[in-house]
């Protein structure tokens, strides 16, 4: 992120309002809405007293991590940046007995039934399961119930806390909503972004209509912002997007000798590999989006065309100092020499540059429980049992794949784990489309759309 931002009016109005209170923003898909936003809390940490702070809030851990990696490049002071898990079980559950100087860690293999089972989980085995049914969330459940027991927390909360900002804000279930109510009710502000067009998680009890309810909400119906403008997509994507229809033909012009815009093929994925070596795409990303990977997996490794996704162990982590490390130790492992100073700066910055490259370098030449153990001396954060499971989640073809990103010339990952991101031209599987009169294929379907810079392809 360029420190050169020259905001739109629409943007300005919400980086400088009248007056610092809890605002709703809607954004439209490539709106600039996280550049806004972190200029927003930027602007408003001017005027807090020394302990006070702003969290911004996200859905994801990678989202979490961009929004972090731009407020860094900033230099931006009293930002905390976080999931809406990792805030409730550092600065809610933290007050609780069973989670009070404990390091646990989420596993998602480990599903549970009950409250009550969780619970048990939680204390006999130090991690963090989830619940079998995807509408449930027991984390939140047990912060709500600690917030009620001990009211204390919240007068934590609020001294802490000016203000709680909370991206991606329409994937919100209704537990997340009952928190957000909470943080009002002792006058923390809040201010809610998002798209209720990109509600893609309404398995997991996400409602586009309960976000449009919060319009008329006490505390936000006085101060609502829209971000109109999509930056990212060529005007026939966006009107592809818009028209919530997967198209019969193509929809392009030609600007500098190059064709813009939205195309229907028969092509197979070999096919449009070739089409995209020309010369014309160099250095250029293409993305297979699919709504699932499984049933396309082996079209996808017979063209060799690698899957993406976040590692598992780092989205295991509950701490985002441990999330923070593990992320930026892989990026290292697998990224040029001029990382290491980055790491280093960030995590090991009480040691001489001489030992602390000498250790990380280590690190790199021989990845093994010894080198990391001996990282590991300087933070105490992770558990000697796991350091064998780190490693070897770091070594493994897709981590590789996730830190080699640029790297790669052709990408496929499913549609869920690319919301936030964006590539030039992105494929997408038309019968992924096929039941586009319910609502929740729709959402999936803009959100596909609007990855897509200058080219969009139907196949």
Known sequence: MSNKFHPTDEQKAIIEPEAWQSSLVIAK???GKTTTIIHRAIKQTESLESWESIAIISFTNKSSKDISNKIKILRAKSIITMTFHSFLLQHVLAFSKIFKGKEVSFDFSKKVNSFQEWLQVVKEENIIPVASNSYNDYLFECAILLIKIKPYILKYLKTKFVAVYIDEAQ???MLQYEIVDILLSVGIQVVMIGDPEQTIYQFRGANADTFNELKNHESFKNSIYILTNNFRCHELINKCADSYQVPMNHDYVQENNKNYGVFRT?????????????????????????????????WLEINDIPVIQYPAIIQRQSLQSSIAILDSLFETYYGDSYLELTFIDKFLPNMRMANASLLIRNFKDDPSVVSFEALNTHWNIFKSEDYNVIINQMLLDSTKRFYNLSSNKFIAMTIHSAKGL????????????????????RKLFYVACTRAEKVLIFM
């Open 29 to 31: 898909a490539g709106s």
């Open 171 to 173: 994937d919100n279930n």
């Open 266 to 298: 028969s092509m197979s994925i070999r096919d449009i590999k070739l089409a995209f070596e020309k010369e014309e795409y160099e250095g250029e990303k293409i993305c297979f989006l699919f709504r699932s990977i499984g049933r396309n997996a082996e």
């Open 422 to 441: 964006e590539f030039e031209n992105v494929i997408l599987n038309s019968p992924d489309f096929k039941d586009l009169q319910y609502d929740d294929v």
